[in-house]
């Protein structure tokens, strides 16, 4: 409780993963280091602790973003 939920981590194509830090990742997301944690929590970014220090997938980071732009592009139901 309180830690950002722990995800796996897959292989990009060239057999790496960037990973970045909470500081990147609200950068990446332009949010607060405290809103990138709260996703991290929530689980909407799956994150895992190495060395001591949280670490996000850059393709997690990507994916999170196009689904928040996708949500955001839908139309809005009109009232009758």
Known sequence: PGEP???TLREGRAGS???LT???VAEAL???E???R???RSGALP???IAGAWKVSDAAVEAYYAE???EQAMPLRRRR
């Open 5 to 7: 939920t722990r995800g």
């Open 30 to 32: 332009r949010c607060s």
């Open 68 to 70: 928040a732009l996708t």
């Open 22 to 24: 909470i500081t990147e």
């Open 47 to 49: 994150a895992a602790k």
């Open 34 to 36: 405290t809103s990138a």
């Open 38 to 40: 709260r996703l991290m």
């Open 17 to 19: 993963v960037r990973l």
